[in-house]
């Protein structure tokens, strides 16, 4: 694995991106970390190309790094997006680690009503296995992670989206939906079902990055016994649903963790991120 320099985070905006002051207190500050303000994507990776070792890779720029890259790892290959490119000794390498963020994530609470694992570290390598119904809502970059690793964890799984169209070409994606070898392709929904769909689910990722009006339609008691993952953690809306709530801040963490690892080679100090989190 090379050893990197200089790091950086891509996307538009970025601007107030946490991800500066984690990798600064994952390394104690030994590595220079930047804010790659760019409106244009070839702009954006031409200069990490010209300037950086590994870049953090955030909206709208997913799908354009994973296009761009010369060497993909499995994850984005079937997810289709990626948000970390390292450079290697056989060209530029993506990474979904948003994927890895989720299925740790799930792991910590490991207390769903079908659950068969048992967690003892946050830090795991997360091949368990959880067992019930996962509703996720928003098809987006982080939906298809959110979705790869709700199958992979062993939910079955239900699309809502906006778009409905968007949902139902995700869900037609072969590729996205194997799992050990079997298609586990996953029901669509349109937005109008989303209060029986939340009955349904013991476990729900909301990836839309503002409130719907669905969710107003929605009582407390329907939220009551199922785990939330909500994505965005600058301002969410799901915080006080009366669900088991997990803040997308847990996503950053455990994504940051899987990621920076990859950029250096080191094993960064999973404690120190957390710590420069505040939750």
Aim: with cysteine.
């Amino acid at each position: 694995m090379l050893h990197s320099t200089r790091f950086g985070i891509i996307g538009s905006p970025v601007k107030g991106s946490m991800s500066p002051r984690l990798f600064t207190a994952a390394y104690s500050g030994r590595y220079p970390y930047d804010l790659i303000e760019e409106d244009d994507f070839e702009t954006a990776w031409a200069r990490f190309l010209a300037e950086y070792d590994g870049i953090n890779i955030t909206a709208p720029f997913k799908a354009l790094a994973a296009a761009a890259a010369d060497i993909r790892s499995d994850e984005v290959v079937r997810i289709g997006a990626a948000n970390l490119a390292v450079k290697t000794s056989g060209g530029v390498k993506v990474y979904n680690t948003d994927y890895e963020g989720v299925k740790r994530a799930l792991l910590e609470v490991g207390d769903f009503a079908t659950c068969r694992c048992h967690l003892s570290q946050a830090r795991v390598s997360a091949s368990l296995e959880m067992t019930g119904r996962a509703l996720i809502v928003g098809c987006g970059g982080a939906g298809r992670a959110a979705a790869a690793a709700a199958v992979d964890l062993g939910f079955e799984v239900t699309l809502a989206n906006r778009t409905p169209e968007r949902a139902l070409a995700m869900a037609s994606e072969t590729a996205l939906w194997k799992m050990r070898g079997k298609a586990v392709g996953p029901r669509v929904i349109g937005l109008g079902e989303l209060r029986k769909a939340v009955r349904e689910a013991d476990l729900v990722i909301y990836n839309i990055p503002s409130g719907i009006p669905e969710l107003e339609e929605i009582e407390r008691e329907d939220w009551e016994g199922r785990v939330v993952l909500e994505a965005n953690y600058k301002t969410p809306v799901l915080t006080d649903c009366g669900a088991k709530y997990i803040s997308g801040k847990r996503w950053l963490l455990h994504q940051a963790d899987a990621g920076y690892e990859l950029f250096t080679g080191e094993a960064p100090d999973f404690e120190a991120i957390k710590s420069a989190l505040p939750f």
